[in-house]
């Protein structure tokens, strides 16, 4: 007998169903992020359930693309939370944190990157990240490490912005990678170099 032949019936069903719909949405991003026009049969094949199952924890393929741009966000916001060191000098946490979300957000570039997300929806999926990049700034900036001729929201915008340029040069093979990301961390430091 395991622990979870203990559980309630009620409880185990949740805990299945969580189990599903994360399934669901990690086969989704995986799917969507190479396959950006693919239908919920791939999806759902992917994830190992009908799609009944999938049209049951999200009821339409925008409810699922909008909680895969969701539960991909939560995973740059989380890689940039866990780059994050205390103590350290400003730029270099900048860095470590545009890497760190870089990383995260290149599992998934078709899907980052679709031209069907709004403005207003593109807005909030960046907030968090804008957050983490302006609080990092705007200590640099009392402390006069980064210039402050610039507000700290249009520099964490440029800075997303070029990491956005490199990742789509890179993507389209303009630029490999390790070249766009040299020419991304030298933009950056030009960029928030004090006067």
Do not use: C, N
């Not at 799609?51 to 049951?56: K, L, P, S």
């Not at 957000?105 to 990049?133: K, T």
């Not at 956005?164 to 630029?175: S, W």
């Amino acid at each position: 007998m395991t622990a979870r032949d203990h559980e309630p019936p009620r409880r185990r069903r949740r805990a299945d169903a969580q189990r599903s719909r994360s399934a669901v949405l990690t086969a989704a991003a995986q799917v969507l992020g190479t396959h950006p026009e693919a239908g919920l049969d791939d999806v759902a094949k992917a994830a190992g359930v009908s799609r009944q199952t999938v049209y049951a924890h999200f009821g339409s393929r925008e409810s699922l693309v909008d909680a895969v741009l969701d539960h991909v966000t939560s995973e740059v916001v989380a890689a940039m939370d866990a780059a994050a060191i205390d103590g350290e000098a400003a730029e270099t946490t900048l860095l470590r944190l545009l890497d760190a979300s870089r990383s995260a957000a290149q599992r998934h570039p078709l899907l980052l990157q679709d031209s069907r997300i709004s403005a207003e929806r593109s807005r909030d999926l960046h907030r968090p990240i804008m957050s983490r990049f302006t609080e990092v700034i705007e200590r640099a900036q009392r402390e006069g490490e980064f210039t402050d001729r610039q507000p700290s929201t249009w520099l964490a915008s440029a800075i997303i912005s070029l990491a956005h340029t490199a990742a789509e040069l890179a993507g389209t093979g303009q630029l490999d990678a390790q070249a766009a990301d040299a020419a991304l961390h030298t933009g950056i430091r030009r960029l928030i170099r004090p006067d």
